[in-house]
């Protein structure tokens, strides 16, 4: 059973930056395509970034293309997103999650279906103040 933990969630002023960090446990994760997703209150967790399994591919939602950057290191199984220029809008709780196949690849517009995450973390808070 794969675990997944985020961190480096915290309270920042627009126009800062947070680097969130999340920890895989488990054998799959150099395998696995990853996904960070997030929900503000009172709204629907929404997609925000993906990163295929070898990291040669990368997927953002409109929202935050051009301020947040997905990366990832498989030997210490850890995704990572770097948020840049943050605004109010983008206070939310942020979760990470692994793919639940193995190599694949989605197209250039990818925008991102929970169906497609099989694996959650508990998520991180992230507050942007105005």
């Known amino acids: 059973q794969v675990q997944l933990v985020e961190s480096g969630g915290g309270l920042v002023q627009a126009g800062g930056s947070l680097r969130l960090s999340c920890a895989a446990s488990?054998?799959?994760?150099?395998?696995?395509?990853m996904g960070w997703f997030r929900q503000a209150p009172g709204k629907e967790r929404e997609f925000v970034s993906a990163i295929s399994y070898d990291g040669g591919s990368t997927y953002y939602a409109d929202s935050v293309k051009g301020r947040f950057t997905i990366s990832r290191d498989n030997d210490k199984s850890t995704v990572y997103l770097q948020m840049d220029s943050l605004k109010p809008e983008d206070t939310a709780v942020y979760y990470c999650?692994?793919?639940?196949?193995?190599?694949?690849?989605?197209?250039?517009?990818?925008?991102?279906?929970?169906?497609?995450?099989?694996?959650w973390g508990q998520g991180t808070q992230v507050t942007v103040s105005s």
């Open positions: 488990g054998r799959t994760f150099s395998s696995r395509a």
């Open positions: 999650a692994e793919d639940w196949a193995p190599h694949r690849e989605w197209e250039r517009l990818y925008e991102g279906e929970e169906s497609d995450f099989a694996s």
